[in-house]
């Protein structure tokens, strides 16, 4: 086995097993070591070589997702990637795994149009090297190879300026995150009072699970959370959730901030993107917003939390030792846009005395 991240891939389709296996396989960083049909199959291939990464089916007949997963987090820890239908069942099993221990959420890969193949490539490898990354930290992963073009927050929303600012009293506060967020995210929001100011968040996740993440939130929660709907108003007591495959935008009609969902490609290899949610914030709050930007790979949200910080926005990261995986918030830190850098523990009281 050479240096490169070694994926287990478990899932009882063999069209599923081949189509993970191409898709990973393309990926230089990556080498698949073995493809199971089902969770004993899979222990065996674990005997002769420990992967660093396990892909694993939510449903399988011998034994479930769910069961393997717990076994695999009890006897030896390993990052598993949950790979799941987009189904409402699927959703639902899947935010159990992540609260077992997954990782994160994948979508079983599908045919489509080239565009398509290539994005459900993109975050498929993507994610299962954020993965790696949050295994202790024993070793540095390589930067994502870049698809070309890589865009920006450009191709969906222009540059905030400051002649284009109404001033408004109200607070909001804009979230980002991606790998270790769900947690990350039900740490911070459960510690708000129910009158907390309105709010606006993306996490990476499938289209769909974050129906399902919000509903999860929303039973734990004080404050109200919801998937995003186009038009939702952003008020005191609220946390809007964007939806997977969508980009959310935060938007202001007089003195009324709004969601405003929009489709178009990936910005900064996501969809929704932090760097699109955040640049709408610099430009429709401008000093009025607070950004916060939590655990994740690569650098979405950097740029974007930047023009928060240049437009006179407050900005908070979360530190690398609270982070699963300290790329997201390490990369706004060294633009330059980072106003403190704070415990996943201490975020929620910060942003509530800077709304106060």
């Known amino acids: 086995m050479s240096n490169k991240i070694k994926v287990l891939i478990v899932d009882d389709s063999a069209l599923v097993r081949q189509a993970l296996t191409e898709i990973l396989s393309s990926d230089p960083q990556i ?7 089902d969770p004993f199959v899979a222990a065996e291939r674990m005997k002769s070589c420990v992967p660093d990464v396990i892909t694993l089916d939510v449903e399988m007949p011998r034994m479930d997702g769910l ?3 717990q076994k695999i987090m009890t006897q030896h820890p390993i990052p598993v990637v949950m790979c799941s239908t987009l189904t409402g069942s699927g959703s639902e099993t899947a935010m159990k795994a992540l609260e077992y221990g997954a990782v994160d959420i994948i979508v079983k890969p599908k045919m489509g149009t080239k565009q398509f193949i290539e994005e459900s490539r993109v975050n498929i490898c993507d994610t299962v090297k954020a993965a790696a990354m949050t295994k202790a930290k024993i070793r540095p992963v390589a930067r994502p190879r870049e698809v070309a073009p890589k865009l920006t927050a450009d191709v969906i929303i222009e540059k905030p300026s400051s002649r284009s ?3 408004t009293t109200d607070k909001v506060v804009v979230v ?10 039900k740490v911070f929001l459960e510690m708000l009072p129910e009158d907390s100011p309105g709010m606006v968040v993306v996490q990476h996740m499938p289209e769909h699970f974050t129906a399902a993440f919000a509903r999860r939130l929303d039973t734990t929660c004080r404050v109200t959370v919801k998937e995003a709907e186009n038009n939702d108003s952003v008020v005191r007591g609220r946390v809007l959730i964007a939806p997977g495959n969508h980009h959310t935008l935060l938007k202001r009609s007089g003195a009324r901030y709004y969601a405003e969902i929009k489709d178009g ?17 610099a430009r429709y709050a401008g000093k009025n917003a607070v950004g916060v930007i939590m655990t994740g790979m690569g650098d979405d949200g950097a740029r974007g939390m930047k023009e928060m910080y240049d437009a006179g926005a407050f900005t908070v990261s979360q530190d690398e030792a609270t982070c699963v995986v300290y790329g997201m918030p390490h990369e706004a830190v060294k633009l330059g846009g980072v106003h403190k850098t704070l415990p ?8 509530l005395r800077l709304c106060s």
């Open 31 to 37: 080498e698949v070591m073995a493809a199971a049909s």
């Open 67 to 69: 069961t393997f997963l």
């Open 165 to 167: 600012m109404i001033q």
């Open 176 to 185: 980002g995150a991606s790998t270790g967020g769900t947690e990350a995210l």
């Open 265 to 281: 490609p990936l910005v900064s290899r996501h969809r929704p993107s932090v760097d699109v949610l955040f640049r709408s914030a």
């Open 344 to 351: 996943l523990q201490h975020i929620a009281a910060e942003v």
